[in-house]
């Protein structure tokens, strides 16, 4: 899949939090920040994404998109 956003950072999930309708996931990444993510909880279900899962975080304008590799 091609992204129009040229910033990735690999990062592994270090949490999550759900209800029925949203979810925060958060990412441990290289470097001396951690960051965040809000995404549907359907998004996250299909994605299939766990705790210690890496992924690259696509940055664009305000929002940080995982993408699980």
Do not use: H, W
């Not at 956003?5 to 939090?17: E, M, P």
Request: proline share 4%.
């Amino acid at each position: 899949m091609s992204y129009g956003a040229r910033n990735k950072i690999t990062a592994k999930v270090s949490s999550i939090n759900s209800d029925k309708i949203m979810s925060l996931v958060k990412f441990e990444v290289q470097g001396p920040c951690n960051m965040a993510s809000v995404l549907t909880t359907e998004s996250l279900e299909e994605m299939k994404l766990q705790p210690g899962d890496t992924v690259e975080l696509i940055i664009k304008a305000i929002n940080v998109l995982p993408v699980k590799s």
